[in-house]
C-alpha cells in the first residue's frame, strides 16, 4: 500500500521555485521522508531525506510539517535540466527496510 | 567515484536463454537490491539482499534467482527468461544500518525478450 499521495503532474517556469508537495498522513514517529527524481530512463537520484527537521542541501530544500503529515520538496531555482519525476518516500529506520516507490510527480520545467 | 554499475546496459534475447545482469557496487554496502521498472507500474522491487549469503525476495521474485557471494557483487539470474520480463532493471545499494541513508542506483539495464 502507497504511504505517501503526490500530484501526478506539475508545471513549473525556468527559473522560478519548484514546490512538489507529497502527503503522508500516516507517517510512523521514526519513519524518514525521502526524496528522489528520475530522469527519463536513468536511475533515480537521490534529493534529500529529513525526518522532522527542514533540511536544505546543495540541490534542494526540504520541508516537513509539525506534525509531519506532509512534506514539501522545493527547487529553488528550477532548470530545464530539473524536468523529471520526482518520488517522495517514506521509510522507517531499520536494518532491511525497503525503499517503495509510487508514481511520482511528473515535473515539467517549461522555458 | 562512489556508484553501481550494472552491465549489460542493453540486451536483446530470445525466449528460454538464460541469461545474468551483473552489478557490482563500490561503496561497501551491505544491502543491495534489484528493482524493475514497467510504464504504469513504477519501480517493483524483484530481490534484495541484507548481506553476503542472505537474500529475500521483494515484490515481483518469480521468474528471478539471485546470489550474494561477495558483499560487491549481486548479479540477477533470468534461468527462463519470457517476454513479460522485457523491462528496465535498476540495481541499488545503500550502507544498511540503521537511520536515515540513501540508497544508490545503477544506470540501469534494458532488457528485451523476444
Known amino acids: 500500500d502507497a504511504k505517501t499521495t503526490q500530484p501526478t503532474s506539475m508545471d513549473c517556469a525556468e527559473g522560478r521555485a519548484a514546490n512538489l508537495p507529497c502527503n503522508h498522513s500516516?507517517?510512523?514517529?521514526?519513519?524518514?521522508v525521502y526524496w528522489y527524481r528520475q530522469i527519463h530512463s536513468q536511475g533515480p537520484q537521490y534529493i534529500i531525506h529529513?525526518?522532522?527537521n527542514n533540511e536544505t542541501n546543495e540541490m534542494a530544500s526540504l520541508i516537513i510539517t509539525e506534525d509531519r503529515k506532509s512534506s514539501t520538496l522545493i527547487l529553488p531555482h528550477a532548470t530545464l535540466r530539473d524536468t523529471a519525476v520526482y518520488y517522495c518516500?517514506?521509510?522507517?529506520?531499520?536494518?532491511?527496510?525497503?525503499?517503495?516507490f509510487g508514481p511520482g510527480t511528473r515535473l515539467s520545467v517549461l522555458p | 567515484e562512489a556508484q553501481v554499475t550494472q552491465n549489460p546496459r542493453y540486451l536483446i534475447t530470445v525466449t528460454g536463454k538464460k541469461l545474468t545482469v551483473t552489478c557490482s557496487q563500490n561503496?561497501?554496502?551491505?544491502?543491495m537490491s534489484w528493482y524493475r521498472q514497467d510504464p504504469g507500474l513504477g519501480l517493483r522491487q524483484i530481490y534484495y539482499?541484507?548481506?553476503?549469503?542472505?537474500?529475500d525476495k521483494g515484490d515481483v521474485p518469480e521468474g528471478y534467482k539471485v546470489s550474494r557471494k561477495e558483499k560487491r557483487n549481486f548479479p540477477l539470474i533470468l534461468e527462463s527468461p519470457s517476454p513479460n520480463q522485457t523491462s528496465l532493471y535498476f540495481c541499488?545499494?545503500?550502507?544498511?544500518?540503521?537511520?536515515?541513508?540513501?540508497?544508490?542506483f545503477g544506470p540501469g539495464t534494458r532488457l528485451t525478450v523476444l
Open positions: 518516500i517514506v521509510r522507517g529506520p531499520f536494518y532491511g527496510q525497503n525503499f517503495v
Open positions: 500516516t507517517i510512523s514517529g521514526n519513519e524518514y
Open positions: 529529513g525526518l522532522k
Open positions: 561503496m561497501n554496502h551491505e544491502y
Open positions: 539482499s541484507m548481506n553476503v549469503e542472505v537474500t
Open positions: 541499488a545499494s545503500h550502507i544498511g544500518i540503521p537511520a536515515g541513508n540513501e540508497q544508490f
